[in-house]
């Protein structure tokens, strides 16, 4: 099956999150014998794909002249999430355009059937993705993740974004029971939700051995969000009892956000006890983990509640350490605390499980690791998790991606300017401006009252 992921950002630094979390669901349908490819609607900040093979990663914008009108990995958009969804919004006829084109391609080497996964946090990227679904035939999937609860779309398009998704897609994966309820509140089919915690690939760490350089716990993560506060929050209590804790924390963040963070880690008096790592390719994570003796996922107290657990816990669990976590979302019905890792469920009892936990022994911990390894592949492993999401997929209905006029419109506009700049002997694309210009007027004589919106 060719299977398309569609995501806003992809790559790093400034996007470690999806990332790793689109990398792992490729890696999954990879390994089950599918051909996959990651479209970013802009321009991806650093390429991976050449990491994991098989995995094909291009922009949406890559070999076209002029502006990267959805360059959304520029540090002032991935800062205000409202610029990037104008960015879209404002050009979706021609991200439309060239969206239709790659899949129509893709689509012309077999005669599989396709499916489109949307990562995306902005209405204009569904639309867009849902609209090229309809005109090229193939089914649509949107992943229900934590950016929506934490209020990471603009607030002017939630509505638009929840419609979108509730009435464009075939079926929706949400990453825990509480996202899952959330989506059946707002009306979307409960047997459309494919429900499954984050995928991690487990094979990636199988090989990977105990670092001979040890520190004694490692955070990965967003440094701008609320888990580098409560990790500090911890440290500090932690410190108290045990003096030479020492932490580090890799992550991205914008340079003033590591510019504040590093000042607060100082009035803290925690320099030496956290250090602040840059951000890694999916590809290093398990090196680094396999260096931490502890591997730590802090949330704060006001921020667990109807909380999903941070993807990165499947990756932390799949690594073999001892996992000191909050006790937020489904942790505590996959994992039990004491046996397969230790869940927290106030600051002060992580910060003391995160000292009773060094004081074990090397073998005491790497016993505990090891049974979260082994629950982490089954609920998490991504080739077990992508296999039940296709089962889950393949038998539901098709629905109507009919859009009256709109198809066919689109259609209408690429052949002709194909024709047109053939006719005329001139390269594809040669001008973004008087594309658009054509476009608009071919509409109006076509008689339509908006250029594709």
């Known amino acids: 099956m060719n299977i398309v992921i569609i995501a806003e950002a992809f790559g790093v630094p400034m996007t470690l999150a999806s990332t790793s979390f689109i990398s792992n669901v490729a890696s999954g349908l990879i390994e089950n014998g599918h051909r996959v490819k990651v479209i970013v609607m802009g321009k991806p900040a650093v390429c991976i794909g050449d990491s994991m093979p098989g995995l094909e990663v291009t922009s949406l914008f890559d070999n076209v002249p002029g502006p990267k009108l959805l360059d959304v990995t520029s540090a002032k958009r991935l800062g205000i999430a409202v610029s990037a969804d104008y960015s879209v919004s404002k050009q979706s006829w021609f991200a439309e355009l060239l969206l239709y084109k790659?899949?129509?391609?893709?689509?012309?080497?077999?005669?599989?059937?396709?499916?489109?996964?949307?990562?995306?946090?902005?209405?204009?990227?569904?639309?867009?993705?849902?609209?090229?679904?309809?005109?090229?035939g193939w089914s649509l999937g949107a992943f229900a993740t934590e950016a929506l609860t934490d209020n990471q779309i603009n607030p002017l398009t939630r509505e638009h974004y929840i419609d979108l998704v509730r009435t464009k897609t075939d079926f929706l994966w949400a990453t825990s029971h509480y996202l899952q309820k959330y989506w059946t509140n707002y009306g979307y089919p409960s047997d459309r939700i494919f429900m499954?915690?984050?995928?991690?690939?487990?094979?990636?760490?199988?090989?990977?051995?105990?670092?001979?350089?040890?520190?004694?716990?490692?955070?990965?993560?967003?440094?701008?969000s609320r888990y580098i506060a409560e990790l500090l929050r911890v440290i500090d209590i932690a410190k108290r009892k045990k003096p030479d804790i020492v932490v580090e924390a890799y992550g991205d963040a914008l340079a003033g956000d590591v510019a504040t963070l590093s000042d607060k880690i100082r009035c803290?008096?925690?320099?030496?006890?956290?250090?602040?790592?840059?951000?890694?390719?999916?590809?290093?994570?398990?090196?680094?983990?396999?260096?931490?003796?502890?591997?730590?996922?802090?949330?704060?107290?006001?921020?667990?509640?109807?909380?999903?657990?941070?993807?990165?816990?499947?990756?932390?669990?799949?690594?073999?350490?001892?996992?000191?976590?909050?006790?937020?979302?489904?942790?505590?019905?996959?994992?039990?605390?004491?046996?397969?890792?230790?869940?927290?469920?106030?600051?002060?009892?992580?910060?003391?499980?995160?000292?009773?936990?060094?004081?074990?022994s090397d073998e005491q911990r790497h016993v505990i690791g090891e049974r979260g390894r082994e629950h982490a592949a089954y609920y998490m492993d991504a080739k077990v998790v992508t296999e039940r999401l296709l089962r889950f997929q393949g038998p539901l209905t098709?629905?109507?991606?009919?859009?009256?006029?709109?198809?066919?419109?689109?259609?209408?506009?690429?052949?002709?300017?194909?024709?047109?700049?053939?006719?005329?002997?001139?390269?594809?694309?040669?001008?973004?401006?008087?594309?658009?210009?054509?476009?608009?007027?071919?509409?109006r004589k076509l008689k339509l009252k908006k250029p594709l919106q």
């Open 196 to 224: 499954n915690y984050s995928v991690v690939d487990c094979r990636n760490f199988e090989l990977v051995h105990k670092s001979s350089y040890v520190v004694d716990g490692v955070f990965t993560g967003n440094l701008g």
């Open 398 to 443: 098709q629905r109507d991606r009919a859009r009256k006029g709109r198809g066919a419109s689109l259609v209408d506009v690429l052949k002709w300017y194909k024709d047109y700049r053939k006719k005329a002997d001139k390269p594809m694309i040669s001008s973004v401006l008087w594309f658009k210009r054509a476009v608009v007027t071919l509409l």
């Open 268 to 360: 803290m008096g925690l320099q030496g006890s956290v250090i602040l790592k840059p951000s890694v390719p999916p590809a290093k994570i398990p090196e680094i983990l396999a260096s931490g003796r502890l591997l730590l996922a802090p949330v704060s107290e006001e921020n667990r509640a109807g909380h999903m657990a941070p993807h990165k816990i499947a990756e932390y669990f799949a690594a073999g350490g001892l996992v000191i976590a909050s006790d937020v979302g489904d942790l505590s019905e996959m994992f039990e605390s004491g046996e397969d890792c230790f869940l927290a469920k106030s600051t002060e009892e992580f910060a003391a499980m995160v000292v009773n936990a060094l004081n074990l």
């Open 102 to 136: 790659k899949l129509q391609t893709m689509k012309g080497q077999s005669n599989e059937n396709g499916l489109i996964l949307c990562y995306s946090r902005s209405d204009a990227t569904m639309g867009v993705a849902s609209n090229v679904a309809g005109l090229i």
